[in-house]
Nanobody
Framework: QVQLVESGGGLVQAGGSLRLSCVGSGRTFSRYAMAWFRQAPGKEREFVAQTTWSGGTTRYADSVKGRFTISKDNAKNTVDLQMNSLKPEDTAVYYC????????????????????WGQGTQVTVSS
């Protein structure tokens, strides 16, 4: 049974930082690309950041580029999201996701490429 569990969300003031962590089990995650998505109230789920199976390539949404950093530790089956210079518009539930095909990123910005999801962690940024 594949399982992803996120942690690290919370309430922070604008300009602050948070670090989200996601740990996986039930699959050899070292073979799979991983990503973070987010969903704000009343909005669709959107892509935030992605890393390839090796962690060698990372990709970001324009809205977070230069502020967020995704990192993957294949030895620990974890993927983290370091979020700096947070803005109120970053407020959302953040989800960790694992790609459905090993060694393949596919359309890495598309949620349909991912077949395993965490339960989500709330991030709230106050102005």
């Amino acid at each position: 049974q594949v399982q992803l569990v996120e942690s690290g969300g919370g309430l922070v003031q604008a300009g602050g930082s948070l670090r989200l962590s996601c740990v996986g089990s039930g699959r050899t995650f070292s073979r799979y690309a991983m990503a973070w998505f987010r969903q704000a109230p009343g909005k669709e789920r959107e892509f935030v950041a992605q890393t390839t199976w090796s962690g060698g390539t990372t990709r970001y949404a324009d809205s977070v580029k230069g502020r967020f950093t995704i990192s993957k530790d294949n030895a620990k089956n974890t993927v983290d999201l370091q979020m700096n210079s947070l803005k109120p518009e970053d407020t959302a539930v953040y989800y960790c996701a694992a790609a459905g095909r090993p060694y393949n990123s596919g359309d890495w910005y598309d949620s349909r490429e991912y077949d395993a999801w965490g339960q989500g962690t709330q991030v709230t940024v106050s102005s």
